[in-house]
């Protein structure tokens, strides 16, 4: 578990070797206390329970309207549009326009992403769109969406980085993210991207939030504003706190994915661009 503060969402699910464990939500609230997070540790306390441990169902049913959210707001920053823009010029540039190509999104929650992607037909026939998650409960409502609205989408809960799961032909794959880099710890970076490397895929580009001097604040405005859950209010404050520079994040890569190009597409450090709040690190194969 990494220092420092914590974002709710982390805590409240754990599953290892894909059997689900439960949450004791004393244990919870006394880590947030422990890392000076008060706020935090109410939110938690007050979270249903049964026998001392986080009812399960809550848990489920708080994580999708959390990730509904993200899923807005993922709409109102055109996540969909500006992924399948980067993809098809990474495309292009491997010399993959008449191939079969697979666009993997590692962490894609409910899938927003690839569905527009789909519904808006953004991106060539011949790209296959696949997303991952370790969350049983939001692949399963990704799938649901998916079979009425982009019947064409695959998902599955699986480790998108585990060999020979999704991965069977790396020469062929584009592998994408957004908002997940936050989650990864610094000293994790350069395994995160190495990765890539050992899969061999054709090109990266994963999207996250850009820090700037004023970045916390405008994260606490527009959650206040904007999103109902507090969870939410707390975690997206916080992601803002815990986003890498872009210096870090380009270090990493370079460390771990050696065989790639590596570019930080990002504005200034006072005046980002509007729509980079989450801007890409872009890696393509050598």
Aim: aromatic share 4%.
């Amino acid at each position: 578990m990494r220092e420092g503060p914590l974002e709710i969402t982390d805590l409240l699910w754990h599953a290892e070797d894909g059997i689900r464990s439960p949450v004791r939500q004393a244990d919870v609230v006394r880590l947030l206390r422990e890392r000076g997070q008060r706020r935090a540790a109410r939110i938690v306390a007050a979270l249903p329970s049964s026998g001392g441990d986080l009812d399960q169902d809550a848990v489920d049913a708080l994580g999708l309207r959390v990730h509904r959210e993200l899923s807005r707001l993922g709409e109102e920053l055109q996540l969909a549009h500006r992924v399948a823009a980067t993809v098809e010029q990474l495309i292009a540039r491997r010399g993959l326009a008449e191939r079969p190509v697979r666009l993997l999104d590692v962490g894609c929650g409910l899938g927003h992403v690839l569905r527009t992607i789909a519904v808006h037909r953004l991106l060539p026939a011949h790209v296959e769109l696949v997303g991952a998650d370790l969350n049983p409960v939001l692949i399963a409502e990704a799938e649901h969406l998916a079979a009425r609205e982009a019947p064409g989408v695959r998902f599955a809960a699986v480790d998108a980085f585990e060999p020979g799961t999704l991965v069977t032909d790396g020469s062929e794959t584009v592998v994408v993210s957004t908002g997940v880099l936050h989650h990864v710890a610094p000293e994790e970076l350069a395994t995160f991207f190495s990765a890539h490397t050992a899969l061999g895929v054709a090109a990266f580009a994963h999207w996250d939030i850009a820090p700037c001097r004023w970045s916390t604040l405008g994260a606490w405005v527009f959650h206040r504003a904007r999103m109902r859950e507090a969870v939410s209010r707390h975690d997206g404050v916080l992601s803002a706190r815990r986003a890498h520079a872009g210096a870090t994040l380009l270090r990493a890569a370079v460390e771990g994915a050696d065989g790639y190009d590596i570019t930080v597409d990002e504005g200034g450090r006072w005046h980002p661009r509007a729509l980079d709040v989450l801007r890409p690190i872009v890696g393509i194969r050598r």
